[in-house]
């Protein structure tokens, strides 16, 4: 099952992402920059980031794709699924 391979720290930087529109090795706080590397490539292997170029020191710069926000999305309906019993979108569908 390819979602197995994803951790928590993967989503854990997808959502830092998300939340700061994009970020460095050196600025997230999930990974050692090694680690982050090695990490962002899986992701960037999957369609979820791409990079968006380079900062004046030299440090690749990283965002969502389309696909990454969609991802992250699906993520979130399903912590709300699993802490409320249902997502807001089956509410929707309820009514």
């Known amino acids: 099952m ?3 391979r994803f951790s928590s720290k993967h989503i854990e ?3 830092e992402i998300e939340k700061k529109e994009r970020t ?3 600025e997230q ?4 920059p090694f680690a982050f590397y090695m990490n962002i490539g899986m992701l960037k292997h999957y ?3 791409y990079e968006d170029g380079i900062q004046a020191n030299n440090r690749k710069m990283w965002k969502l794709t389309k696909r990454g ?4 999305s699906y993520v979130r309906a399903i912590e709300e699924v699993l802490k409320n019993g249902e997502s807001s979108q089956q509410k929707k569908e309820s009514k």
């Open 13 to 15: 930087l997808l959502l």
């Open 2 to 4: 390819l979602l197995t």
């Open 69 to 72: 926000f969609e991802f992250i």
């Open 47 to 49: 369609g979820l980031v």
């Open 24 to 26: 460095t090795a050196r």
């Open 29 to 32: 706080a999930i990974y050692s």
